[in-house]
């Protein structure tokens, strides 16, 4: 198996939005993923195999208080092409092309036993709470521990306030619009 992970081009577009309903079941995350991959500071990898798009995964701009981030999510995989390494792979070339913008860290909500093999720590333990601590049903209620962040500078950032996804802080939007985009229970795994 040959798995390529490179940034996302214009024509893997359909096919990246097809991974994702494919892999949750669901067309929520196409459209968490149409709602963000047009704005600025937006990109995605995709992971390609025998020229079929496999997985994708969605970067967009969020903010921690004053300081810009980005987070990371939805991410993707088709069901028959898991538990390979392709998740992982298009995890690390994200983060990498990530840290290659300039950016200084990433955040997510996800499950720790998948990413903290990626460095990625509780963000609590930079005394950031999970501002969607208690969302979702079930099995799919979001704990504390699942606001991630993965630092990718030697200097620590200055991380304090307000988490907002979106192109301007928190504290430049009115109240109301720095909600996460939080649609059914299963979008919980996406930013
Ligand atoms: C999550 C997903 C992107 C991982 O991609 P993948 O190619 O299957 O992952 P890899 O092969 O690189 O890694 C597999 C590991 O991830 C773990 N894993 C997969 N999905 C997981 C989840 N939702 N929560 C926790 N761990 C998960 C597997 O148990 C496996 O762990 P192991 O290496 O300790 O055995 C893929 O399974 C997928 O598309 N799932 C459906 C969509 C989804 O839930 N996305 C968000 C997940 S945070």
């Known amino acids: 198996m040959t798995v390529d992970v490179r940034l996302e081009e214009p024509g893997d577009r359909a096919d990246a939005l097809e991974v994702e309903r494919l892999a949750f079941g669901s067309d929520e995350e196409p459209s968490i993923v149409g709602a963000v991959r047009d704005e600025d500071g937006s990109f995605a990898m995709v992971a390609v195999e025998d020229e079929r798009i ?3 995964v969605q970067f967009s701009r969020a903010w921690i208080g ?3 981030v980005v987070a990371l999510g ?3 995989v088709l069901p028959d092409r898991q538990g390979l390494g392709i ?3 298009l995890v690390r070339a994200g ?3 990530t840290g290659a913008r300039g950016e200084r860290a990433v955040i997510l909500l996800g499950s720790p036993a998948f990413y903290s093999r990626f460095g990625f720590r509780p963000a609590l333990e930079r005394g950031l709470r999970n501002p969607f601590a208690g969302f979702g049903e079930g ?3 979001i704990a504390e521990e699942d606001f991630m962040l993965r630092e990718l500078s030697d200097e620590p950032a200055p991380l304090a306030g307000q ?3 979106g192109l301007r802080p928190a504290s430049r939007l009115k109240l109301g619009r720095a909600r996460p985009r939080l ?3 299963r979008t919980w795994l996406s930013w």
Do not use: K, M, N, Q
Request: hydrophobic share 40%.
């Open 54 to 56: 496999v997985g994708h």
């Open 66 to 68: 004053e300081t810009s």
């Open 74 to 76: 939805p991410i993707a």
């Open 87 to 89: 998740g992982s792979a």
């Open 95 to 97: 983060c990498a092309e």
């Open 139 to 141: 099995d799919l209620v």
């Open 163 to 165: 988490v907002a996804p």
């Open 183 to 185: 649609g059914a229970t």
